[in-house]
C-alpha cells in the first residue's frame, strides 16, 4: 500500500481543459476601455448625484445624470436594432434618517429579451448605482464625483449593455442603473 500512495502523489495533475464559448469571446473583445473611462468622466462631469441633488438642471445633479443614462441605452437601442427596452423604474421613498422630505428615486433599465422561449423567463441583472455623495451624507450640493462609487460600476453595465445588445441570448439580461444606494440602499 506505501508503494501505491507514493506511485499516486507523484502522478502528474492535469488541469482541466477549460472550453472557450465563442459567443463570450466575442462580446470581451469589444469591451472598449475607452467607453469606461469616457462614461467615468461623463458621470463625475455632473459635479454631485446624491439623490437628493437637482433634478432639473441639465449638466448637474441626478436628474441630469439618470437622463445621460437613459439616453445612452436608448442610443444603444437605436444602434442595435431596437432590442434594447429602456425604462425609468420610479417610485417614492417615504421620509427616513438619510432623506427629511419624500424623495423620486429612479432606476434607468435597459432590457435585452432572450430569444429561446424556454430560457427567457430567466433573467440576469447586471446594475451598479449612479448616486454619490460626500462624508456628510446630507450634503447635496458638494461635488461629490464618485468615480469609483460607483460611476465605474455603471461604466461597467453601460459597456456591457452596448456591446451585448448586438446578439441574441437565450435567456433575458436587464442592465441596470439604480439610485438610491447612498441614501441606504433604497
Given at each position: 500500500?506505501?508503494?501505491?500512495?507514493?506511485?499516486?502523489?507523484t502522478?502528474?495533475?492535469?488541469?482541466?481543459?477549460?472550453?472557450e464559448n465563442?459567443q463570450?469571446?466575442?462580446?470581451?473583445?469589444?469591451?472598449?476601455?475607452?467607453?469606461?473611462?469616457?462614461t467615468?468622466r461623463k458621470?463625475?462631469?455632473?459635479g454631485?448625484?446624491?439623490t437628493?441633488s437637482?433634478t432639473?438642471?441639465?449638466t448637474?445633479?441626478?436628474g441630469?445624470a439618470?437622463?445621460w443614462?437613459?439616453?445612452?441605452?436608448?442610443r444603444y437601442?437605436?444602434?442595435?436594432?431596437g432590442?434594447?427596452?429602456?425604462?425609468?423604474?420610479?417610485?417614492?421613498?417615504p421620509?427616513?434618517?438619510r432623506?427629511?422630505?419624500?424623495?423620486q428615486?429612479?432606476?434607468?433599465?435597459a432590457?435585452?429579451?432572450?430569444?429561446?422561449?424556454?430560457?427567457?423567463?430567466?433573467i440576469?441583472v447586471?446594475?451598479?448605482?449612479y448616486d454619490s455623495?460626500?462624508?456628510?451624507?446630507?450634503?447635496?450640493?458638494?461635488?461629490?464625483?464618485?468615480?469609483d462609487d460607483?460611476?465605474?460600476?455603471v461604466?461597467?453595465?453601460?459597456?456591457?449593455?452596448?456591446?451585448?445588445?448586438?446578439k441574441?441570448?437565450?435567456?433575458?439580461?436587464?442592465?441596470?442603473a439604480?439610485?438610491?444606494?447612498?441614501?441606504?440602499?433604497?
Amino acid at each position: 500500500a506505501p508503494c501505491a500512495f507514493a506511485l499516486a502523489a507523484t502522478a502528474p495533475q492535469t488541469e482541466p481543459q477549460i472550453k472557450e464559448n465563442p459567443q463570450v469571446a466575442a462580446v470581451v473583445s469589444e469591451i472598449s476601455p475607452k467607453n469606461i473611462e469616457a462614461t467615468i468622466r461623463k458621470l463625475v462631469s455632473f459635479g454631485t448625484r446624491h439623490t437628493l441633488s437637482d433634478t432639473q438642471s441639465e449638466t448637474r445633479g441626478i436628474g441630469a445624470a439618470r437622463r445621460w443614462i437613459q439616453s445612452e441605452f436608448e442610443r444603444y437601442n437605436k444602434e442595435n436594432g431596437g432590442r434594447l427596452e429602456v425604462t425609468m423604474d420610479e417610485f417614492t421613498q417615504p421620509p427616513g434618517e438619510r432623506n427629511p422630505q419624500p424623495v423620486q428615486v429612479v432606476n434607468v433599465v435597459a432590457t435585452l429579451r432572450g430569444t429561446q422561449p424556454e430560457s427567457r423567463d430567466r433573467i440576469y441583472v447586471v446594475s451598479g448605482h449612479y448616486d454619490s455623495r460626500v462624508t456628510d451624507v446630507m450634503n447635496v450640493t458638494a461635488d461629490a464625483p464618485g468615480a469609483d462609487d460607483d460611476a465605474s460600476g455603471v461604466a461597467a453595465v453601460m459597456e456591457m449593455a452596448r456591446v451585448m445588445s448586438k446578439k441574441n441570448w437565450d435567456a433575458t439580461l436587464v442592465f441596470m442603473a439604480v439610485a438610491g444606494e447612498e441614501q441606504g440602499l433604497f
